[in-house]
């Protein structure tokens, strides 16, 4: 199994930049697809981002492509999501989650996640 433990959020004005990590614990890590998902107050839990257990391949979803980027250090067990040109709908908790399953963007298909951190993007 896998840990994790998000950091990074907080609040930000609409235009600027935030950093999230996701630290691992486990020896499984490099194995595991990690993923971003966010969830807005009543709203459903949103994929944000994926990438593969070697860091070669990312998935990111349509509403954050070309502002969002993540990649992942398997020597650190750790994930970052960057976040450039932020917008007032990006304001959600941001979770991340590993699972087996390479790119999905099924919540379902993630059995491990953190705890959440905060984003808020003011305008």
């Known amino acids: 199994q896998v840990q994790l433990v998000e950091s990074g959020g907080g609040w930000v004005q609409a235009g600027g930049s935030l950093r999230l990590s996701c630290a691992a614990s486990?020896?499984?890590?490099?194995?595991?697809?990690i993923a971003w998902f966010r969830q807005a107050p009543g709203k459903e839990r949103e994929f944000v981002a994926a990438?593969?257990?070697?860091?070669?391949?990312?998935w990111t979803a349509d509403s954050v492509k070309g502002r969002f980027t993540i990649s992942r250090d398997n020597a650190k067990n750790m994930v970052n999501l960057q976040m450039n040109s932020l917008k007032p709908e990006d304001t959600a908790v941001y979770y991340c989650?590993?699972?087996?399953?390479?790119?999905?963007?099924?919540?379902?298909?993630?059995?491990?996640w953190g705890q959440g951190t905060q984003v808020t993007v003011s305008s």
């Open positions: 486990g020896r499984s890590f490099s194995s595991n697809t």
């Open positions: 990438v593969s257990g070697s860091g070669a391949i990312a």
């Open positions: 989650a590993a699972g087996p399953r390479a790119g999905s963007r099924r919540s379902n298909d993630y059995n491990q």
